[in-house]
């Protein structure tokens, strides 16, 4: 399938080990991904979609995340506007998250359509459990990775910061997202 982005791929995905986890932030606004035990994101794109038809071709084209406005001159865009898979931070249309994952894979670097890391990817706190299974479905069989992973963002950077001393043992975790926000609360127990 054809993608158009200003987004360079990377070339080092096998110098991973399969047991080096992909690390997946899939915010409702933008999507991250890269490797465990490296502090950024590799690839940081718009979590949105779109799938124009060239005017001369009429070849389905599909566009992911940002893309250069001065391209669209060369495509009918009137039937397809930028979409997103997410509903107030759930996911709900999994056509469009495979797109955007068979994006962030091919950008990462891997070859064809399995991924043989595991994959640790973050979700909205109380993620319904019929959008969990739909995701942890659209992993294991569409990508065949060997392992599945799910967590909440604003826990794992607390946890973080919590270990680099920034914070105490008992807080708030606040995530302010693209279309909610959560306070988690975090208490030791003795």
């Not at 360079?8 to 997946?24: A, K, L, N, T």
């Not at 899939?26 to 979609?49: H, K, M």
């Not at 599909?62 to 506007?81: E, N």
């Not at 064809?112 to 990817?121: A, M, T």
Request: charged share 20%.
């Amino acid at each position: 399938m054809p993608f158009i982005s200003q987004i360079q791929r990377q070339s080092d995905y096998h110098r991973f080990p399969p047991s080096v986890p992909i690390v997946i932030d899939n915010g409702a606004s933008y999507f991250r991904i890269g490797w465990a035990g490296e502090s950024e994101p590799r690839i940081i794109f718009r979590n949105i979609v779109q799938r124009p038809r060239h005017k001369t071709t009429g070849e389905t084209v599909t566009i992911v995340g940002d893309h250069d406005p001065a391209l669209l001159k060369y495509f009918d865009c009137t039937r397809s506007g930028p979409r997103s898979a997410f509903d107030a931070d759930v996911v709900f249309q999994f056509e469009i998250m495979e797109y955007i994952l068979d994006f962030a894979f091919d950008r990462l670097g891997a070859d064809g359509s399995e991924i043989d890391h595991p994959v640790l990817i973050t979700e909205c706190p109380c993620n319904p459990v019929q959008s969990r299974s739909k995701m942890a479905e659209l992993l294991f069989e569409t990508y065949g990775v060997p392992s599945v992973a799910f967590g909440v963002a604003a826990a794992f950077s607390y946890k973080y910061n919590q270990k680099r001393g920034i914070c105490d043992r008992n807080g708030l975790a606040i995530c302010s997202g693209f279309t909610t926000s959560h306070v988690i609360p975090t208490v030791h127990i003795l």
